[in-house]
Structures are given as C-alpha cells and as structure tokens.
Antibody, heavy 115, light 107 residues
Framework: QVQLQESGPGLVKPSETLSLTCTVS????????WSWIRQPPGKGLEWIGY???????NYNPSLKSRVTTSVDTSKNQFSLKLSSVTAADTAVYYC?????????WGQGTLVTVSS | DIQMTQSPSTLSASVGDRVTITCRAS??????LAWYQQKPGKAPELLIS???SLESGVPSRFSGSGSGTEFTLTINSLQPDDFATYYCQQYNSYPRTFGQGTKVEIK
C-alpha cells in the first residue's frame, strides 16, 4: 500500500514561493501519476495539478502561471512550487496518487501565508 | 471548467437512516465521477470511482449511481462512523473539479 507524506515550511511570506515535497513509500514513483490538491481552511477542495515521472504535467489554469512541479526518482519524491503567494494561498496542501481520481492521499500540511 | 454542484450542503440524519446526496455537473461527464469522505482534520478518502464502482474496503452500505450530469451517493443504514463531509469530483476533463461538499450531521 503506497503511503505519501508532505513536508515543507508551514509559514510563507506574501510574494514568496511556497515549496512542498511529497515522499512516496511502498511504491516506486515511476509507477504512477502524482497530484497536488489543496483545501483552504473550512472550504472545499481544489486540484492544483499532476506530474508523471516522465515529466508530463497538467496544471489548473487558475494556478498554471505560478505552479512548477518536479520529480526526484532517486529519492522517490515529487515537489510543488507555487510562486508569488498571497493570503488566498493559505490552505492544507495534499499530495495524492493519480491524475483522474485520487486513490491515496497524504495526511496534508497546512501552509499559512502571512508576514 | 466543469462546475460540480452538490445538494444539500448540510444534511441532518440519525443512525440507521438512508441518506442520499446529489451531485450535478454543468455538462456531461459520462460516468467519470468519484466520491470521497472527509472527516475533520483528515485527508479525503476515496469511496467510489466511475460513478458506481465501490473501492476495496468500503462498506457495502455505500453506493453510487448516475451518468451524464446527475449522480447520487446513497448511504444505507447510516452508521456513527459515517458522519463526515462528502465530496464529488469529476475527471472527465481538465481541470479536475470538486463539488462544494455535503456535511452529514447527527440529528
């Protein structure tokens, strides 16, 4: 059973770049597609995008200009960078398996954007 | 983007009740719909994919139906563990989009 764990700073200043990593265990990162999803406090879910180990990506147009993802096969990790953050980017960020529906999720990590 | 609209937003029910949640898509998504359960402070868990396919380990009291633009999630004989928020999600096209959620509360 694949397990995912998000990690990264819990506090980011406005206009800076949010950086998160998802560590995959129980399965090779080369075996699947990997997505990022976020949830502002008390609100619903928003798909950010996916990455395949081959480098193929697809991002939500609402965030596309600010999102970058990457895969590190040697560490079995994939990463998210979101630039020029504002308070509206404050959310719990989840990594998950898949590009259609999302079978396995990490526990999520709260990122707060504040000075 | 395809808009997903769930109803109701909140539902009050008792243990043993049969509960139905509706999810409507702004355009046809065939059967490319998933349902998730989320409890406070936890990640969502996949219940159903392809509108009606129950995930392994999910109790059989959960069922999904529908195609095109209208879908339902039914919970037969609601159990204490089922009080949670439920989300639908379409994967017919990009960007993937979720409904706003339906909170199932204890009556």
């Amino acid at each position: 059973q694949v397990q995912l764990q998000e990690s990264g700073p819990g506090l980011v200043k406005p206009s800076e770049t949010l950086s998160l990593t998802c560590t995959v265990s129980g399965n090779s990162i080369s075996s699947n597609y990997w997505s990022w999803i976020r949830q502002p406090p008390g609100k619903g879910l928003e798909w950010i995008g996916y990455i395949h180990y081959s480098g193929s990506t697809n991002y939500n147009p609402s965030l596309k200009s600010r999102v970058t993802t990457s895969v590190d096969t040697s560490k079995n990790q994939f990463s998210l960078k979101l630039s020029s953050v504002t308070a509206a980017d404050t959310a719990v960020y989840y990594c998950a398996t898949g590009y259609g529906y999302f079978h396995q999720w990490g526990q999520g990590t709260l990122v707060t954007v504040s000075s | 983007d395809i808009q997903m609209t769930q109803s109701p937003s909140t539902l009050s029910a008792s243990v043993g009740d049969r509960v139905t949640i509706t999810c409507r898509a702004s355009q046809s998504i065939s059967s490319w719909l998933a349902w998730y359960q989320q409890k406070p402070g936890k990640a969502p868990e996949l219940l159903i994919s392809k509108a009606s396919s129950l995930e392994s380990g999910v109790p059989s009291r959960f069922s999904g139906s529908g195609s095109g633009t209208e879908f339902t999630l039914t919970i037969n004989s609601l159990q204490p563990d089922d009080f949670a928020t439920y989300y639908c999600q379409q994967y017919n096209s990009y960007p993937r989009t979720f409904g706003q959620g339906t909170k199932v509360e204890i009556k």
